[in-house]
């Protein structure tokens, strides 16, 4: 018995497994990089309205 378990086929790999983790790990680098984006937008947006309501303030008034 020993020597059929010497010569024995090595078990296949996981590969459905291999392909979840990937995919999961993968939809969450997509996840992070969205939110990323969108919270570099809404940073623009806001920069944008604070440099609106600088530019209606008369120059002699700003400090």
Same mark, same amino acid.
């Given at each position: 018995?020993?020597? +059929? ?13 291999? +392909?979840?983790?990937?995919?999961? %790990?993968? +939809? ?6 969205? +939110? ?15 440099? %609106? ?11």
């Amino acid at each position: 018995m020993q020597e +059929q378990e010497q010569y024995a086929v090595p078990a296949a790999r996981n590969v459905e497994g291999i +392909q979840k983790s990937y995919k999961s %790990d993968a +939809q969450r680098m997509r996840a992070k990089n969205a +939110q990323a984006r969108l919270a570099a937008k809404h940073r623009a947006e806001r920069d944008q309205k604070q440099r %609106d309501a600088i530019a209606q303030i008369p120059a002699e008034h700003r400090i």
